[in-house]
């Protein structure tokens, strides 16, 4: 397999990768900091 | 000159009926559907109408003109004024009437607007939306050997999807293939988006803060992606209709399904948002474990595949390739766009050549000049202290000009940020609102989200991207979640007015620094020529009309 064909492969897989990452990072980031009180009475 | 107007008027209510009524008549066969949901699936069932009715005439080579719809589409409307009520249950509701008078009020502003604002000179996709709706005018529908065809770079066909160009064709067909034709149809295109918005809103908030976000939305400075030839408000609206019928679940799955393939057909860029509401639902979906719901995806999926097959099928034969777009290799793209000009090779050696911190730098400044106020803050912050942050004259790390503006004024870059769009007060509510979503309503928050994270990722080495070209969809959701804020506070009446009065003041300011700034992008044109970034002659400007041109030129005479 030559480079650009990896590179496509790792691009087209990028396209679903990104959303996927982008939800579970921002759970992750989200569950914990509405566990802060401060921020809980902020935006809670 | 009276006469011209009249008729500049009096088409572009022309193709607000034709493009309305046969997906209306269609709609109303759907009875699990009220009154306002009617009216906002006709466009997708207009657009299918439209692409299958052209497509027909293509190729079954009838003599017809397009124009026939036209006393149809009268006489069908006189037919259904008496009997809506007998046979089709369909009420006039104060809501629907409501709604479809601003919705006009909305079109015409616009079309008023387009006589009075001169046409945005620097970026030539305008043109090449144009030639490719010519394109389907043309007899032979034939596809260029190479995907960028050599004797036409600027049609758009094959490498972006058809769905835009070929609803503008119809209408040019009927009216005429003047570039104002174009214009007229590409702002109608554009303007619908508000029913879905509405929706959306009325679903999930409330009747009043749809009703006030669709006012919003007609008064902010959203010129560019409502007056320029531009498929992004039309990919709204099919993202923000199929959002809407998939958690609504009022429709067959194939129909959603369907709304999905046709909004990719109408833009690639379209699949961010059908992963933006996948990706939530199928994590959902492997926590429960739901037989049903698994069939109700996978029914979508199939009607989706079905109607996006065709498309990349013809690619697949003609050119080796499903998407003959270049769009999946943006990320690679270090200097310029030049759709296709470079070969994956020659992308990939260039881009391992870019410092990693050019490539990441570029994004990180992108991304806090379009979520944050900080042109607007360094420029006064300017006035006091002597500084300037211009990055676009040191050497890497950023490509971007932070705040003075080497290519454009900095005002106009503020107005492709979230602050300069929604204006300031708005879009503090709405930033307080959008983290406060996720715990209220995560798909939705994922809706937005994922969309603008992709961009900055894919493409944010763009100065101006991600509103600009990238997500501009998400604007109205932001608004309706600014006024989901205001609605949570004890002055809401007051802030209300403020926020509106503010915003008249910043279009008022943004009109201002509109023709100043269009007129150094005239400059920056001129001086450019050749330069792929910007229209390649600035002629073709001269040659073509839009509205503006339209009543000094008196072409409107010689097509009637």
């Known amino acids: 397999m030559d480079e650009v064909t990896m590179v496509r492969i790792v691009l087209s897989a990028a396209l679903f990768i990104i959303p996927m990452i982008t939800y579970l990072a921002t759970e992750a980031v989200f569950k914990r900091i509405y566990k802060i009180k401060k921020f809980k009475a902020l935006f809670g | ?560």
């Open chain 2, 1 to 560: 000159m009276v006469f011209e107007i009249i008729a500049y008027f009096l088409s572009a209510i022309a193709m607000m009926l034709i493009f309305f009524i046969p997906g209306f008549l269609s709609s109303l066969f759907f009875r699990r559907l009220d009154s306002v949901e009617k009216i906002t699936v006709s466009f997708f069932f207009s657009v299918s109408w439209i692409i299958i009715i052209f497509i027909a005439y293509h190729y079954a080579g009838f003599e017809a003109s397009p124009a026939v719809l036209i006393p149809l589409s009268v006489l069908s409307l006189i037919l259904f004024v008496f009997v809506r009520k007998q046979v089709f249950g369909f009420r006039m509701s104060k809501e629907v009437k409501l709604l479809l008078l601003l919705f006009f009020i909305i079109f015409m502003a616009k079309i008023t607007a387009q006589i009075f604002i001169k046409y945005y000179p620097a970026g030539s996709d305008y043109v090449g939306h144009y030639k490719t709706a010519l394109y389907f005018l043309g007899n032979e529908w034939k596809l260029p050997d190479s995907y960028i065809n050599p004797d036409n770079p600027e049609v758009y066909i094959p490498y972006r999807t058809p769905g835009f160009y070929m609803p503008i064709s119809f209408f040019m067909s009927i009216f005429g293939s003047s570039f104002w034709v174009c214009q007229i149809a590409a702002t109608l295109l554009n303007t619908v988006f508000i029913f879905p918005t509405y929706c959306i809103a009325k679903k999930f908030f409330s009747k009043k803060i749809a009703l006030l976000t669709i006012v919003f939305l007609t008064i902010i400075p959203f010129v560019e992606t409502s007056l320029y030839i531009h498929a992004k408000m039309l990919v709204a609206y099919f993202a923000f209709l199929m959002f809407y019928l998939f958690t609504a679940r009022k429709l067959s799955p194939f129909i959603i399904g369907s709304v999905a393939g046709l909004g990719l057909m109408i833009h690639q860029s379209f699949f961010i948002f059908v992963l933006a509401m996948a990706t939530p639902y199928l994590f959902d979906l492997v926590k429960k474990r739901s037989k049903s719901e698994l069939i109700f995806a996978l029914k979508i999926a199939f009607a989706f595949s079905l109607v996006i097959l065709p498309w990349f099928a013809i690619n697949y034969l003609k050119y080796g390739t499903p998407l003959s777009s270049d769009y999946a290799y943006f990320p690679l793209y270090t200097t310029n766009y030049g759709a296709g000009n470079y070969s994956p090779l020659e992308l990939w050696d260039n881009f391992k050549k870019t410092s990693p911190l050019y490539i990441v730098g570029a994004r990180v400044i992108n991304t806090v000049t379009f979520a944050t106020p900080a042109i607007l803050v360094s420029k006064i912050a300017a006035l006091f202290f002597p500084f300037t942050l211009d990055t676009g004259k040191t050497n890497p790390p950023v490509p971007v000009n932070f705040a003075s503006g080497r290519d454009l004024p900095w005002a106009y870059h503020y107005y492709h940020s979230l602050p300069g769009i929604l204006t300031m007060l708005m879009y503090v509510f709405a930033v307080i609102g959008f983290i406060k979503l996720w715990g209220y309503n995560k798909k939705l928050f994922y809706f937005v989200l994922i969309p603008i994270i992709f961009t900055i990722i894919w493409y944010g080495w763009v100065v101006l991207v991600i509103i600009r070209s990238g997500v501009p969809e998400v604007i109205p959701i932001f608004v309706i979640i600014g006024f989901w804020e205001i609605s949570k506070r004890k002055d809401r009446e007051k802030m209300v007015k403020l926020v509106f009065l503010l915003a008249i003041i910043e279009l008022v300011i943004f009109s201002i620094f509109f023709s100043w700034h269009i007129g150094i992008a005239e400059q920056i044109a001129i001086e450019r020529k050749g330069d792929p970034k910007y229209l390649v002659d600035i002629d073709q400007l001269e040659k073509l009309f839009s509205a503006y041109k339209l009543f000094k030129v008196q072409e409107m005479g010689k097509w009637l």
